[in-house]
């Protein structure tokens, strides 16, 4: 495999009139030229957190000086924690604090967490304002960033107040991956060996090849994972935005990760933690029904590892763990009607949505727990 | 003008893929067949509030244990200082407490204020669940069931978090308004007479002439003006479903009646109290910039009373009564970068929407207040 010069490139998400482009590259943030062509506002507010502000607002709001007449900040506490009503709402205060308009143009600076509440909260701000997203962590990178699904967390699950709503661009400066500490490195990592199994398994092979690279935050690796991350998941989102179909399979290791994170207490391992060891369950899933061997899950499971991910489930309660995973899976947001629904690798490179017996899902639950 | 049998006429609102029919008839709300033809769904949710829900819920489920294996309720407090976080949040609690999935479909079952929080709990539960309008005001069922609006208030302005988000289908059912209240019924034939004004001046003429019928709540009547309002909002939210230009016409009186109810606080005055008032302002606003003359605003003044709404504005500010409006009108979503936009009469029959100077509109507030 030959890693292309990477350096600016774009990729278009292609949704009609709400098509935008991600833009990667080195040394983007701070540049004005990442913001030409944007919607014409006056006025622009950075939604940042209290961890990444002191890196890169300063940066970001210098670039944005020469387009904007005012720029007003906002930070949120930093965690999955925090991604509630409670800090939605000091981003409404502050736009309405500055008498902000509806031409307001929202800046997401930051993971995923500021990435999902500053895009709701520019959903949902005067019915709409238009919003960028400047992701600073691999894992806003390659996934929550791209394709406009926003979200805050409801008490009773993850994610379940929110809107698909599409930013006007996605600036993904890989310079700023150079201060992301290991763990959140590994966290993104879990979200692009993802689009192997599902979709693509030459990038599988390619990543199994570079992953060493890839944990050293290796520029031209990590450039490439992005670039490769994002048209795998702009063709998924280009042929079903809405998650009607075919676009749940991006969702591949999160049924069950999402029960990890519910059951332990969000924040307490990282989204993408909980991926990582979710499609390790999965994977052994998908074989207890016959549809990938043992090998795969063993080469999948190995990969994850090698990516400093978990591979072994959280004990969720000491007397009926799998009740506990399923009792919390039925509040997933592909549940219909009762019926948990799983990602499935149908075989290596191809996903499908599907029910699970109990028995085969609880058999797996007791498999894969530590 | 003649009235024709309107009994289960069908209005569509034309927008792609989001199209869908309002229904306007006798007897609607308690027949199955008024809920044919929606998308499959097993589990329903009526969103309603402590008034109506003992009137007309049981009717409304009743009908649709036709359609729906399980029918769930939720009742919110009665009125408009109801309508934020805490009141909608209860909807999502219920969803979640009966593990409700994203083809749950919702109901709303009461006047404007129920429309717009059950749509936007529709628009961000699980980032879209269906709904469908039951309004069972004559407000409601004149405007703001129709067009997908939908929000919730902030404490520093109306309406300032929510989305545009449209019903699967609104079920106008005449029979409701013969419990609505006197009150009531002149708020919604504010947002009647609205139309005349700013679109058609047959219609005005026809209003005028059946007035009393309307106040009277004719059956007849309210129908041909129930169709007649959702036939020329639906042109014109058609046109322009995201209120980028022309559809902000529909706000004609909203801009002053806004700032009503801030300054009174929301619910002293009905919403259609203040948009009566506010058409009054707006109107003289309109003659101080030579768009119309005294005599059509005397007309429109003189309909607007005979409806039984105030034509005087309320003193906000003991000591600058207008300098209070203006920085409350500062918070209209219209406002853009400092500028109140104003709906104008460009004559009648005929809108648009305008800035104007400062001096000009303090004049028309010192005119139109008591």
Redesign the interface.
Known sequence: MTIANTISEIVRIDLGDRSYDIVIGENLLGQASSYLHLPKA??ALIVSNTTVAPLYEAALKQALSEHFKVIHTVHLPDGEAHKD?VTL?SV??TL??H?C???TMLFALGGGVVGDMAGFAA??????VPFVQVPTTLLAQVDSSVGG???IN?P??K??????YQPQRVVCDLSVLKTLPPREVSAGLAEIIKYGPIADMAFFDWIETNIDALMACEPQALAYAVRKSCEIKAHVVGQDE??AGLRAILNFGHTFGHAIEAGLGYGEWLHGEAVGCGMVMAAHLSEALGFIDAAFVKRLTGLIERAGLPVKGPLLNATDNAGKYLALM??D??????DIKFVLIEGPGRARVSVAPEATVRAVIDRCCA
Chains 1, 2 share one sequence.
């Not at 959903?123 to 709409?128: D, K, L, T, W, Y």
């Not at 994610?159 to 698909?164: E, H, K, L, V």
């Open positions: 006056s006025a009503w709402n409404f205060d309405l604090a008498a308009d509806r031409q959903a949902s701000f005067m019915r709409g699904k926003t979200a409801h009773m699950g994610n379940m107040i929110g809107a698909f809405r998650e039925l509040h947001k592909k549940s219909v009607a009762g």
